[in-house]
């Protein structure tokens, strides 16, 4: 029982290597070119400009949904849904509230990083559940 769990650990760890890899090479060469894929859509250098800081700050959030995406993943296929279900319902109810605070405090900055702050929450949550699933 323990051998496999080792397995199972390892299997894991090479997969979230594999998908950080993968990510990190996407968003560096779409954060190199955001610029030239902001100008296909427009010329307009206020909207290139918050285009690609709008961009770079969705790259960061990637990572986050993507260990969110991950969590659910394993919670889903483990049987568990419950932690499922609080994973996906977590990204939506943390959302809406983060724009509209963000909006409040910083204007557009508030609703651009909103995405961030929900995915990250949703994230971290899904750390928590798995630790204290693990733990027992």
Do not use: W
Not at 48 to 54: E, M, V, W
Not at 102 to 130: K, P
Request: net charge positive; charged share 10%.
């Amino acid at each position: 029982m323990e051998t496999m769990f080792l397995q199972d650990l390892v299997f894991l760890k090479k997969t979230v290597i594999y998908q950080t890899e993968l990510i990190t090479g996407l968003v560096v060469v779409l954060f190199i070119f955001r610029r030239f894929v902001v100008t296909c859509f427009s010329h307009d250098t206020q909207v290139i400009y918050i285009a690609a800081f709008i961009l770079t700050v969705q790259f960061f959030s990637s990572f986050f949904a993507a260990g969110a995406g991950f969590l659910t993943g394993i919670f889903q296929a483990e049987g568990k849904g419950m932690p499922a279900v609080i994973m996906s319902v977590t990204r939506g109810l943390v959302l809406i509230p983060a724009i509209v605070i963000g909006n409040q405090l910083f204007q557009l900055n508030g609703v651009v990083f909103s995405l961030l702050v929900s995915e990250a929450i949703s994230c971290m949550t899904g750390c928590v559940m798995y630790y204290l699933i693990r733990s027992k």
